[in-house]
Nanobody, 116 residues
Framework: VQLQACGGGLVQAGGSLRLSCAASGRAFSAYAMAWFRQAPGKEREFVAAISWGAGNTAYADSVKGRFTISRDNARNTVYLQMDSLKPEDTARYYC??????????WGQGTQVTVSS
């Protein structure tokens, strides 16, 4: 499986963005998936996860109620809808398998910058 995250950009505080993570490979629908983020000078952290069948989701406390993770297995894509963005959401966002992210799957991620 190869993963490509996109959809980041520059947005004002309170705005919204929708990230997409496109996966290649037939095994995508078999994996639970997650979004992670890494801000400059900080460690990468968990943001949200979704089960393979999309029946279960989990969120970091910092984004709960503002972000929504979803997936479309027919399109081999995972989404992260981000609303009410805050400057502290500024980071590079990555997708990966969950709960065991694969080292080879991190990719370049997509940059999200929230201005105050």
């Amino acid at each position: 499986v190869q993963l490509q995250a996109c959809g980041g950009g520059l947005v004002q505080a309170g705005g919204s963005l929708r990230l997409s993570c496109a996966a290649s490979g037939r095994a995508f629908s078999a994996y639970a998936m997650a979004w992670f983020r890494q801000a400059p000078g900080k460690e990468r952290e968990f943001v949200a996860a979704i089960s393979w069948g999309a029946g279960n989701t989990a969120y970091a406390d910092s984004v709960k109620g503002r972000f929504t993770i979803s997936r479309d297995n027919a399109r081999n894509t995972v989404y992260l809808q981000m609303d009410s963005l805050k400057p502290e959401d500024t980071a590079r966002y990555y997708c990966n398998k969950w709960p065991s992210p694969g080292t080879a799957y991190w990719g370049q991620g997509t940059q999200v910058t929230v201005s105050s």
